[in-house]
C-alpha cells in the first residue's frame, strides 16, 4: 500500500495513526503462527498448486529463519515455483513486524520511487534509529545514496544490511555494483558471483558478473 507524505515530515503520531489503520503486520500471534505451519506444510506437498500456495503464504506468515527454505526453492525445477518463492523472500525481509517501523518502511519506499531522495533518506535515518537491526531498511538506504552516486555510503550501507541478512542476494548485488562505480573490478566479480550462488535466476546480475569479469581481466593484462 502506498502512503503519501507531504515532503517526508509526517510526525511520529501521525504514524501511529497509520499504524493502528494498518494493523499489526507479518500476521503475528496464533493466527501467524498456524499459517506458517500450514504453509511449511504445503511445501512438502507433490502438488504444484499446494506448493506455490505454500511458498506464497510464507511472505506474509514466515520468519526470517525460513529464509533458506526460500532460497533452496529458488533452484527447483518449476519456473513458478521460482518465480513465487523470490516474491516470497522480499515479502519476508521487507518486514521489521513492527506497527510503527512497517509503515515508515513503505513511506521511505514511496520517497525513494518519488525520486525524493533527501526526505527518502530522513525517513529511513529516522527508521534505522528505531529498528538497526532491520536489514532492509539498510537495503534500501543504500539505494537511495546509488540513486545519489554516493557509493562509498552506498557500499557502508549494503555491506551493513549483509552482516545483519547473510543470505540477502540484493545487497551483493548493490556492492557489486558499488565496486564496479569505484574501479574495483575482480571485487565486484566476487559481489555478482556471491549473489547468484544465492540466487541463481538473477539476469540482470549476470549480465553485470560478464561486464565486470571483462574489465577485471582487463586490468591484469
Same mark, same amino acid.
Given at each position: 500500500m502506498g502512503i503519501a507524505l507531504n515532503a517526508g515530515r509526517t510526525s511520529l503520531a501521525g504514524?501511529?495513526?497509520?499504524?493502528?489503520?494498518?494493523g499489526t503486520a507479518g500476521g503475528a500471534g496464533a493466527a501467524g503462527a498456524l499459517d506458517r505451519e500450514r504453509a511449511l506444510k504445503m511445501i512438502g506437498s507433490s502438488h504444484l498448486e499446494q506448493r506455490r500456495q505454500g511458498y506464497g503464504l510464507l511472505a506474509d506468515a514466515g520468519e526470517m529463519e525460513d529464509t533458506p527454505v526460500l532460497l533452496s526453492a529458488l533452484l527447483d525445477d518449476e519456473d513458478l515455483i521460482r518465480g513465487v518463492a523470490e516474491q516470497?523472500?522480499?515479502?519476508?525481509w521487507m518486514r521489521a513486524n513492527d506497527p510503527v517501523a512497517d509503515p515508515m518502511f513503505q513511506m521511505a519506499l514511496d520517497l525513494l520511487h518519488?525520486?525524493?531522495? *533527501? %526526505?527518502?533518506?530522513?525517513? /529511513?535515518? !529516522?527508521? =534505522? &534509529?528505531?529498528? #538497526?537491526?532491520?536489514?532492509?531498511?539498510?537495503?534500501?538506504?543504500?539505494?537511495?545514496?546509488?540513486?545519489g552516486e554516493r557509493w562509498d555510503a552506498a557500499a557502508a550501507d549494503f555491506s551493513h544490511a549483509l552482516e545483519l541478512n547473510p543470505y540477502h542476494?540484493?545487497?551483493?548485488?548493490?556492492?557489486?555494483?558499488?565496486?564496479?562505480?569505484?574501479?574495483?573490478? *575482480? %571485487?565486484?566479480?566476487?559481489? /555478482?558471483? !556471491?549473489? =547468484? &550462488?544465492?540466487? #541463481?535466476?538473477?539476469?540482470?546480475?549476470?549480465?553485470?558478473?560478464?561486464r565486470a569479469s571483462i574489465a577485471a581481466e582487463g586490468d591484469r593484462t
Open positions: 504514524l501511529l495513526v497509520v499504524a493502528a489503520l494498518l516470497s523472500l522480499w515479502g519476508l518519488q525520486a525524493k531522495l *533527501a %526526505e527518502s533518506e530522513e525517513m /529511513f535515518d !529516522r527508521l =534505522l &534509529e528505531m529498528k #538497526p537491526e532491520f536489514a532492509e531498511g539498510w537495503h534500501r538506504r543504500g539505494e537511495v545514496k546509488v540513486a542476494f540484493g545487497a551483493l548485488e548493490g556492492l557489486g555494483h558499488c565496486s564496479l562505480r569505484r574501479g574495483r573490478n *575482480a %571485487e565486484a566479480v566476487g559481489y /555478482f558471483r !556471491r549473489a =547468484l &550462488e544465492l540466487n #541463481p535466476n538473477l539476469d540482470a546480475v549476470r549480465e553485470a558478473l560478464r
